[in-house]
């Protein structure tokens, strides 16, 4: 199943180490995904800490479970938009 997922961080002020390594853990944790299939898009939205990203998994489980394990969920706002087959899409058959 496809996921469209808009996730808005709001890091609070931290301690610059910690900050450091959190964003290293995130950025960890999303190209395992990325290498793995799963985490298939990731776009910064322009002029906002946020991004778009594509998510290619089981069901809506895996992909609660995937966003609940990012290092950076307690600072996001995230959207879930579920996605369906667009019958003028060209590659759909
Ligand atoms: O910077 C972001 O948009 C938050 C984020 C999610 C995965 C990642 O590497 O950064």
């Given at each position: 199943m496809l996921f469209a997922v808009r996730m808005q961080v709001d890091l609070?002020?931290?301690?610059?180490?910690?900050?450091?390594?959190?964003?290293?853990e995130e950025r960890e944790y999303s190209q395992e995904l990325q290498r793995g299939g799963e985490w298939v898009h990731i776009w910064r939205v322009a002029?906002?800490?946020?991004n778009i990203s594509v998510f290619d998994v089981t069901d809506g489980d895996?992909?609660?479970?995937i966003l609940w394990n990012l290092p950076l969920f307690p600072y996001m706002s995230i959207e879930v938009t579920p996605l369906a087959t667009h019958p003028s899409d060209i590659r759909a058959g």
């Open positions: 609070p002020d931290m301690d610059p180490n910690a900050r450091r390594d959190l964003l290293r002029g906002s800490y946020a895996r992909l609660h479970e």
